[in-house]
């Protein structure tokens, strides 16, 4: 299953709280790249491992001029404390009203061990410094992600 959002739309501009309970909204960071990325749960297995990943290459991102922001449906406390945790370098936005979840079209039936329940589905979305998405990664392996989107953003800048 891939989002009904496309390469080359405008992103929906969301503003949900972060780590700090500070609001954040997308449109903060226009003039800059952004890795946007959605994951079911802090604390679990791969989701630690995304989250712990995108922070040790955080300085190699913002060399080419991007944030990344992670989001879940978990709670500010939540993040504070996956954050403290895990030593965690990016914005985790907190989307318990599923408003961003929803929006990109990333919150959808899922199947596991033969049940089905609506969840979070793990997607990155690379959106350019003008609000537009330039690249999508549907249903995310965590293995080997964090160096596929360094590269793709690499790859976008010198189009």
């Known amino acids: 299953m891939t989002s009904s959002i496309k390469e ?4 929906p501009n969301v503003c949900l709280p972060n780590q700090e309970s500070k609001k954040t909204c997308l449109t903060d960071f226009l003039g800059k790249w952004v890795v946007f990325y959605f994951y079911p749960k802090d604390n679990t297995g791969g989701c630690t491992k995304e989250a712990v990943s995108f922070s040790e ?13 992670g989001v879940s449906k978990d709670s500010v406390a939540s993040h504070q404390k996956f954050t403290e945790k895990r030593e965690l370098k990016i914005i985790l936005l907190s989307d318990e009203e599923l ?5 990109f079209d990333v919150w959808r039936l899922k199947k596991f061990m033969g049940k089905e329940n609506m969840g979070t589905v ?5 959106i350019n410094p003008d609000g537009k998405i330039a690249k999508i990664w549907n249903n995310v392996k965590v293995d080997g992600h964090v160096e596929a989107v360094l590269e793709e953003l690499r790859k976008q800048k010198t189009k």
């Not at 080359?8 to 992103?11: A, K, L």
């Not at 290459?57 to 922001?69: G, H, L, P, Q, S």
């Not at 793990?122 to 690379?126: E, I, K, M, N, S």
């Open 99 to 103: 408003t961003a979840n929803i929006a």
């Open 122 to 126: 793990r997607t990155t979305f690379l």
């Open 8 to 11: 080359g739309d405008g992103v």
């Open 57 to 69: 290459k955080k300085d190699d991102f913002e060399r080419e001029n991007a944030a990344i922001i």
